[in-house]
């Protein structure tokens, strides 16, 4: 069956960097497009990022120039660097495939933005 199992986040001051990983198990990862959602407590998931298949990125405006989406199919890996990491990043980080027209997603990674 198809698992996504986050991992990477954690503590970071303001200005630091985290990346993130997403391993993928379960179906044929190098023919999906995969993606980054996130979550603060009480409002609604959403997007960050999307990396194709075959490689081309899509960003959520307020994350252009600070993330960026990776993909490794040799390791059916995704990962997410973040930069420049602000307050208002605080929140859970999904990783999310769409398979059939079914969506699948990991158990999330809590990423805490604070001095």
């Known amino acids: 069956q198809v698992q996504l199992v986050e991992s990477g986040g954690g503590l970071v001051q303001p200005g630091g960097s985290l990346r993130l990983s997403c391993a993928a198990s379960?179906?044929?990862?190098?023919?999906?497009?995969m993606y980054w959602y996130r979550q603060v407590s009480g409002k609604e998931r959403e997007f960050v990022a999307r990396?194709?298949?075959?490689?081309?990125?899509n960003y959520a405006d307020s994350v252009k120039g600070r993330f960026t989406i990776a993909r490794d199919n040799a390791k059916n890996t995704i990962y997410l660097q973040i930069n420049s990491l602000k307050p208002e990043d605080t929140a859970i980080y999904y990783c999310?495939?769409?398979?059939?027209?079914?969506?699948?997603w990991g158990q999330g990674t809590q990423v805490t933005v604070s001095s």
């Open positions: 999310k495939s769409n398979i059939w027209r079914n969506d699948y």
């Open positions: 990396i194709t298949s075959g490689g081309g990125t």
């Open positions: 379960g179906f044929t990862f190098s023919s999906y497009d």
